[in-house]
């Protein structure tokens, strides 16, 4: 079955509201990373969280092992938020080798 | 800063045609990656290389090859394109960890 299940499948928010995204995974893990992808567009690191809760401006990812979840909550969201966002775990801390979710389309309206 | 050009941006070939995608990078990164994404899936790992002339299979390998033959290229060829193969092809490269993993803007392939 899929190790890394996103939810959810998409979201369309007015500007200004909040954004929570989750990440659920069904085997252990040595990271966690959360990507941003414009559409059309290349893919962009916005977090490498394996566990814990980092903060970058409006955005905040926490990953609880324990759980098997991670999620990225995206405050006074903006327009310009807009595109797919992914998460991917890798098992092997060496390798790099990602595993990737099916990704969350976010859709910010003015 | 470093970069990752993948060319070409769109490529459109015949059923059944060979098709090399390029990628070069100039971050000096040992890894390299070849994904593949399906219009509203995730990224499936198609190919990896983890010095110049080495070659690992990802979990998609088949009906690709892939060439390293430097430490800054990284080509993908599909051997016989097929219409369901139809996708963008990203290539990445990092160094020992997956935190330093950086993308290119992707291959968007197309086969009539």
């Known amino acids: 079955g899929q190790q890394v299940q996103q939810s959810p499948a998409s979201l369309v928010l007015q500007e200004g509201e909040n954004a929570e995204l989750q990440c659920n995974f069904s085997?252990?893990?040595?990271?966690m990373q959360w990507f941003y992808q414009r559409p059309g567009g290349s893919l962009v690191s916005l977090f490498y969280?394996?566990?814990g809760t980092k903060h970058s401006g409006r955005l905040t990812s926490t990953t609880v092992i324990k759980e098997r979840r991670s999620s990225l909550h995206i405050s006074s969201s903006q327009t310009t938020d807009s595109g797919t966002y992914l998460c991917?775990?890798?098992?092997?801390?060496?390798?790099?080798?990602?595993?990737f979710g099916q990704g969350t389309k976010l859709s910010i309206k003015p | 800063g470093g970069i990752i050009t993948q060319t070409p941006k769109f490529l459109i070939g015949q059923e059944g045609q060979k098709l090399t995608l390029k990628c070069q990078q100039n971050?000096?990164?040992?890894?390299m990656y070849w994904y593949r994404q399906d219009s509203g899936k995730g990224l499936r790992l198609i190919y990896y290389?983890?010095?110049?002339?080495?070659?690992q299979k990802g979990d998609l390998s088949e009906g690709y090859d892939a060439s390293r033959e430097k430490k800054s290229s990284f080509s993908l060829t599909v051997t016989s394109a097929q219409k369901n193969e139809m996708a963008v092809f990203l290539c990445?490269?990092?160094?020992?960890?997956?935190?330093?993993?950086?993308f290119g803007s992707g291959t968007r392939l197309t086969v009539l």
């Open positions: 971050f000096n990164h040992d890894t």
């Open positions: 969280n394996p566990s």
């Open positions: 990445a490269s990092g160094g020992a960890s997956a935190e330093t993993l950086y």
């Open positions: 991917a775990l890798a098992m092997n801390y060496n390798q790099g080798k990602l595993i």
């Open positions: 085997t252990s893990l040595n990271s």
């Open positions: 290389s983890i010095t110049e002339n080495d070659l």
